[in-house]
């Protein structure tokens, strides 16, 4: 974060702190595709399961990385419970508490007290030759001889309609969650982006360059009003919906990349009710 810099003109550069997490080689990971509103399925062939607001985490049966590869510095007391094979898990404090749990992981150290309160929920066994039906149940098996309180399954639902599926997802929300996942009962684990895997939310998100600030007026008077952020596309437009004004005050330096929530593109393709979700960091 830093003190505003009102700009229109051309980019300005900024320097990063150093990552304060060793980087491995990324591991090879199963990413979903996204489900549209409008979108059919075959529903009841589906798990379904909370999207959860962690780090994406792969314990490789030794040390716990996060999905680019970087070490995450937990307790010996949560590593040593987990069993010397491929484990995908999320690292979660609760429902919208991303950056808190961003933020113990990148401080590296595993005394600090906030670990108390994290849970490791674990959700693929990435090793396993069967289909994600066959891979729950050796899951289930193998996380219930854990003897650790902070390491559990994550709950997954299997037999819904489209419509409990829709009302599953509004109540999600309405309780501060982020959206449902859903694996294909047949799917088989595979290292690549698939649609045996969805996630569903009910909008879109992706990240874009913070290259300028726009003034803010009224209550926001001597702030910032708004993010000028420009795509990878190279799409520029302004992003003011979501910050808080502790964010307006300070916000986001020049360089940085964040999230931002959409619903659709307008004719012009601008990303339509955009708002800002957090500061992206690519690490985590």
Not at 24 to 29: K, L
Not at 31 to 58: C, M, N, W
Not at 101 to 114: E, K, N, W
């Amino acid at each position: 974060m830093t003190t505003p810099l009102f700009w229109s003109g051309a980019a300005l550069l900024c320097l990063t702190a150093p990552s304060v997490i060793a980087a491995a080689q990324a591991p090879a990971i199963m990413s979903a595709e996204r489900l549209q509103s409008d979108q059919t399925i075959d529903s009841p062939a589906y798990f379904i399961s909370e999207k959860l607001d962690g780090v994406r985490t792969r314990w490789t049966g030794t040390e716990m990385l996060t999905r680019s590869g970087f070490r995450i510095t937990a307790p010996a007391t949560l590593l040593s419970a987990l069993p010397p094979v491929p484990l995908d898990a999320e690292l979660w404090l609760g429902r919208a508490r991303f950056s808190e749990m961003s933020g113990l992981i990148q401080r590296a150290d595993p005394q600090d007290p906030l670990w108390q309160q994290a849970q490791l929920k674990i959700f693929d066994l990435p090793a396993h030759p069967g289909g994600f039906n066959e891979r729950l149940t050796a899951l289930t098996e193998l996380i219930g001889a854990v003897d650790n309180p902070q390491i559990s399954l994550v709950e997954q639902k299997r037999g819904l309609s489209r419509a409990e599926i829709d009302e599953l997802l509004e109540q999600t929300r309405r309780v501060g969650g982020e959206g449902l996942m859903l694996h294909h009962f047949a799917g088989h684990y595979v290292n690549a982006r698939t649609n045996l895997l969805l996630k569903y939310r009910g909008y879109d998100d992706a990240e874009a360059e913070v290259v300028g600030y726009t003034r803010g007026q009224g209550k926001y008077e001597g702030m910032t009003g708004a993010l000028i952020v420009e795509t990878r596309e190279g799409l520029r437009f302004r992003l003011g919906s979501g910050l808080s004004d502790e964010e307006r005050a300070s916000p986001p330096d020049i360089g940085s990349w964040v999230t931002y929530r959409f619903n659709g593109l307008t004719s012009g393709g601008v990303p339509r009710f955009a708002r800002f979700v957090r500061i992206y960091n690519p690490e985590i």
